[in-house]
């Protein structure tokens, strides 16, 4: 089935460590984003790409690095120099020209 | 993209209309009301999307007023698990620059009761 994955569901990580969240779609779509939620609160955009090898900060993008090498994956790694990384993370994608974006079940991560 | 307002909780009797609004009175003519809820702890899923006409799909209704400052998200029969937060969004559709953002507010948290 076409959708758009995000893994793993649950992540644990100490403090100082940087850590991936992977996010893989096959619904051909060339925009991806990255999302943080906070407990209680909307989603703030961390980055998104309209293409591969191309991508843009959003409102959120300190302590945060994104990769687009190929256009089903866009891979986020939270680095130690983000402050307060304990969040669920959601990833999406959307088709070019249309604007219904496809979202993950998200990915908590926890830091401690 | 334009501001939207909406109130931070609503509730609905299970069966009955649940009717939520968004007010978006800076919107620009060439931007779009789209509406999306995310139950807890998932990934929110798109619902319906307009430009000025009234639209209906098979999840609901959304209801856009003649001087497009405000909108109206409709769902006929309301069921517990239509119990989510719901989002209201403006944005242009056509791509380039920026507009592939999209940016998502507090929302209304719906809760249907029996």
């Known amino acids: 089935d076409g959708g758009i994955t995000q893994s793993p569901k649950y992540l644990f990580r100490k403090e100082g460590q940087n850590v991936t969240l992977s996010c893989e779609q096959n619904l051909n779509h060339d925009a991806m984003y990255w999302y943080r939620q906070d407990p209680g609160q909307g989603l703030r955009l961390i980055y998104y790409?309209?293409?591969?090898?191309?991508?843009q900060k959003g409102d959120i993008a300190e302590g945060y690095s994104v990769s687009r090498e190929k256009k089903e994956s866009f891979p986020l790694t939270v680095t130690s120099a983000q402050k307060n990384p304990t969040a669920f993370y959601l990833c999406?994608?959307?088709?070019?020209?249309?604007?219904?974006?496809?979202f993950g079940q998200g990915t908590r991560l926890t830091v401690v | 993209d334009a501001k939207t307002t909406q109130p931070p909780s609503m509730d609905c009797a299970e069966g009955r209309a649940a009717n939520l609004p968004c007010n978006h009175s800076t919107i620009s003519g060439n931007e779009y009301v789209y509406w999306y809820r995310q139950i807890h702890s998932q990934g929110p899923q798109y619902i319906i999307h307009?430009?000025?006409n009234n639209e209906t799909n098979e999840m609901a209704s959304l209801i856009i007023t003649e001087d497009r400052k405000s909108s109206t998200l409709i769902l006929p029969h309301a069921t517990l698990r239509d119990t989510a937060v719901y989002y209201c969004i403006v944005r242009v559709a056509e791509s380039g620059g920026s507009n592939y953002k999209l940016t998502f507010g507090k929302g209304t948290l719906l809760t249907v009761n029996p």
């Open positions: 790409s309209q293409i591969v090898n191309d991508f």
């Open positions: 999406a994608s959307s088709i070019r020209r249309l604007t219904e974006a496809f």
């Open positions: 307009g430009l000025k």
